[in-house]
């Protein structure tokens, strides 16, 4: 798995920052998490394919957010076949994905677009293949706001010396072990955890937009990696409350009663000209923090 960020200002689009936009890539699918307006233009710089995006997790409709979202739609409608597109965000992203559509002229005939409402009470799985799945839960800003964990699922190893020692050669007998089903081989009884081990699957969470609640935490929980809004210093708590957004404080303490392993901040307010103060402050409260930055790459 690895992620792509696209766009780490708040609002507005500085020299250095791009609005919100990451590029989650894993096992030759895309999925963006927002797509704040230039995020073609980023997808270029950053050598990604528009064409790999399967999906677009919507966390609400503030334009830094969704800015780019016709532009690139508009940039998919042309292929001959274009990717199958899966959008999903809070209630009312139908109406606004068609508005979004009714607002410029081009040949749509050719989208395939699959847009999907969400509106959850608490964690919920809205998709699931058999790789991995996706939750979301709702926040707390001033429009409906949702965010969302990618988590894969684990994966039983074959221990292939292990089940060469046994005489097991590739074969459905592997293959109903590797599944977890114990197989009778030579008279005798093999159970699947004799030959195999669990890979825990990797999880990342993305929290934009909200003040402090519950479900960041729940959501957050475990996770290999937390993404996390810090648009501003604890010292602008009161802006924070006001609109609705976290602190690096606030975010700390998620990462730390979270128990989650690397915590990545971004969405930064553009008053602060260096992200450095933001860093060495969000480390004091969870040590294994970073500031994102445009074009950062990092792998799970
Ligand atoms: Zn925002
Ligand atoms: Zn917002």
């Given at each position: 798995?690895?992620l792509t960020?696209?766009?780490?200002?708040?609002?507005?689009?500085?020299?250095?920052r791009?609005?919100?936009?990451i590029?989650?890539s894993?096992?030759?699918?895309?999925?963006?998490?927002?797509?704040g307006?230039?995020?073609?233009?980023?997808?270029d710089?950053?050598?990604?394919?528009?064409?790999?995006?399967?999906?677009?997790?919507?966390?609400?409709?503030?334009?830094?957010?969704?800015?780019?979202?016709?532009?690139?739609?508009?940039?998919?409608?042309?292929?001959?076949?274009?990717?199958?597109?899966?959008?999903?965000?809070?209630?009312?992203?139908?109406?606004?994905?068609?508005?979004?559509?009714?607002?410029?002229?081009?040949?749509?005939?050719?989208?395939?677009?699959?847009i999907?409402e969400?509106?959850?009470?608490?964690?919920?799985?809205?998709?699931?293949?058999k790789d991995?799945?996706?939750?979301?839960?709702?926040m707390?800003?001033?429009?409906?706001?949702?965010?969302?964990?990618?988590?894969?699922?684990?994966?039983?190893?074959?221990?292939?010396?292990?089940?060469?020692?046994?005489?097991?050669?590739?074969?459905h007998?592997?293959?109903?072990?590797?599944?977890?089903?114990s197989?009778?081989?030579?008279?005798?009884?093999?159970?699947?955890?004799?030959?195999?081990s669990?890979?825990?699957?990797?999880?990342?969470?993305?929290?934009?937009?909200t003040?402090?609640?519950?479900?960041?935490?729940?959501?957050?929980?475990?996770?290999?990696?937390?993404?996390?809004?810090?648009?501003?210093?604890p010292?602008l708590?009161?802006?924070?409350?006001?609109?609705?957004?976290?602190?690096?404080?606030d975010?700390?303490?998620?990462?730390n009663?979270?128990?989650?392993?690397?915590?990545?901040i971004?969405?930064f307010?553009?008053?602060?000209?260096?992200?450095?103060?933001?860093?060495?402050?969000?480390?004091?409260?969870?040590?294994d923090?970073k500031?994102?930055?445009?074009?950062?790459?990092?792998?799970i």
């Amino acid at each position: 798995m690895e992620l792509t960020f696209l766009g780490t200002s708040c609002m507005v689009p500085t020299k250095e920052r791009n609005v919100q936009a990451i590029f989650l890539s894993y096992k030759g699918k895309g999925i963006l998490i927002d797509c704040g307006e230039g995020t073609q233009r980023q997808m270029d710089i950053a050598g990604i394919n528009r064409n790999k995006v399967d999906m677009i997790l919507v966390t609400h409709w503030h334009g830094d957010h969704v800015g780019g979202i016709i532009g690139l739609l508009q940039t998919i409608s042309d292929k001959e076949n274009p990717p199958k597109i899966q959008i999903f965000g809070p209630i009312g992203t139908k109406k606004k994905v068609n508005h979004l559509l009714n607002s410029v002229i081009f040949e749509k005939s050719n989208l395939n677009l699959d847009i999907c409402e969400l509106n959850p009470k608490k964690i919920e799985v809205f998709k699931e293949t058999k790789d991995y799945y996706i939750q979301c839960a709702p926040m707390n800003h001033t429009i409906p706001c949702i965010a969302y964990s990618f988590i894969e699922k684990n994966i039983r190893k074959i221990n292939l010396s292990k089940a060469k020692k046994l005489g097991l050669k590739e074969g459905h007998l592997l293959g109903k072990l590797q599944k977890g089903i114990s197989v009778n081989f030579n008279d005798k009884k093999i159970f699947s955890k004799e030959i195999s081990s669990i890979k825990k699957g990797k999880k990342v969470s993305f929290i934009f937009d909200t003040s402090i609640n519950e479900n960041c935490y729940s959501l957050a929980e475990n996770s290999d990696v937390l993404v996390s809004e810090a648009v501003y210093l604890p010292s602008l708590k009161e802006k924070a409350d006001k609109y609705k957004h976290l602190t690096t404080q606030d975010v700390g303490l998620i990462a730390n009663k979270a128990n989650v392993k690397k915590l990545i901040i971004t969405h930064f307010s553009q008053r602060y000209k260096s992200t450095d103060v933001l860093e060495k402050d969000v480390k004091t409260y969870f040590s294994d923090s970073k500031c994102a930055f445009d074009f950062m790459k990092l792998r799970i």
